[in-house]
């Protein structure tokens, strides 16, 4: 019987916890999952909530309810792995024995680390919308925001979701042109990138969309310090940016378990991880998935979900003592809320950025085109997630391999 336990009840732990337990006869491993609480929320439904279009309590199940029969979920938080011995500690001071484990333990927010985030003017004119609490925040926020400066700033990358800040500017100019006072607000985005995105063609769609829209993009923004009070972002390099309302998206990190199991985390606290194998570099028997993975990828729910069908063959090869499958190449997929009831849709990899042309094949939504089409796809997502994603069913027609089919390179334009 084989010992398998996962760090994590969020997006990547349950996906492959079912993956795993359909995989494998109930007497053939014994697969437990260990979550602080046991509210799963649906992140990407976040976004939606300070517009109004969605409700905190709407994006919101339990966990364990999440998890196939045959599956031990643990609600306690982890202190730490102890690789040497192949043991978990558990916060009650149990342990948990393991022939493999997966690090599902997401990322955590850290806005402490910026001068003055959750000092004076938190949760009164400095927001976030990454949690539950701040999205529901910033909507009583928003909903009487008539006019003034309302900047979106990204502190550092990595984050959550990079496309999410974006989708933000640009939920936001639609929602104050609905309520009628976009004229007198002016909205800009602060990155420390130096373009709105970070893969060049992607940079230059969204670049020229947040211009279109009227909406200041200020790039190379390193956050040193927010003034809550004077209403003000100040970078490192000692550069101002006025606000009268701020959304911020503060900076992320490893969990803090992950910090102190001794040598399981780089210096952020994310695993180093095999980019193709999804299996760490600090153990055999250790695998990581999603955002607790240290992975030149965008740290997203699709990546999860792709990284997890790789992860689930490698766990089960590793345990039957066959080499690994090789085959992860950074699949990523998001659709960009844009407005006015449509979206956009990128979908990349590791070697090739966010091209034009159709997802998954010749026929289907449009790639970097706004689209009605892509909207619904958005909106549908949220059943997909949790009747197929966190299930471990296969969507049929997506799978983890970038579909090349249906792109257009540069020369075939
Ligand atoms: C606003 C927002 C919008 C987003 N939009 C999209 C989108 O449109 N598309 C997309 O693909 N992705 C999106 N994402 C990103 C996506 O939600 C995450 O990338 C995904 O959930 C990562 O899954 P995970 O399993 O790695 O982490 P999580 O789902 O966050 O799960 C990590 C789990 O580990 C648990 N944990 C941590 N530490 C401990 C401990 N010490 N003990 C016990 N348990 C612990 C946590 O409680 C949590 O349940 C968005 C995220 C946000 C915040």
Known sequence: MHQIVILGGGTGGTLTANRLRRAYGWDEAHITVVDQDDAHVYQPGLLFVP????????????????????????TTGVDHVATDRREVVLADGMTLAYDALVVATGSVLAPEETE????????????TFYTPEGAAGLEAALDTFDQGRLVVNVVEMPIKCPVAPLEFC??????????GVRDAVELAYATPLDGAFTKPVAAEHLGGMLADRGIELVTEFNTGEVDGTGGRLISYDEREIPFDLAVVIPAHNGAPCIGRSPGLGDELGFVPTDQHT????????????????SLPISKAGSVT????????ENVQRFLAGKPLDGSYDGHANCFIETGFHKAMLIDFNYDVEPLPGHFPGEVGLPLLKESHL??????????VYWHSLLPGRDIPGIHSAMPTAGKKHAADT
């Open 51 to 74: 517009f109004g279009l969605t409700q905190p309590e709407d994006i919101v199940r339990p966990r364990g309810r999440q998890l196939r029969h045959g599956i031990d979920y643990l």
């Open 305 to 312: 979900h792709f990284e997890g069908e790789v992860l689930v």
């Open 116 to 127: 003055g985030l959750t000092g004076p003017g938190w949760m009164e004119r400095v927001f």
């Open 278 to 293: 999804l299996q760490s570099t600090v153990a055999p028997e250790v695998f990581a998935v999603g955002d607790a993975a």
């Open 374 to 383: 892509n909207h619904l796809g958005k909106l549908m997502f949220q059943w």
């Open 170 to 179: 640009f939920l936001a100019d639609w929602f104050l042109r609905e309520r």
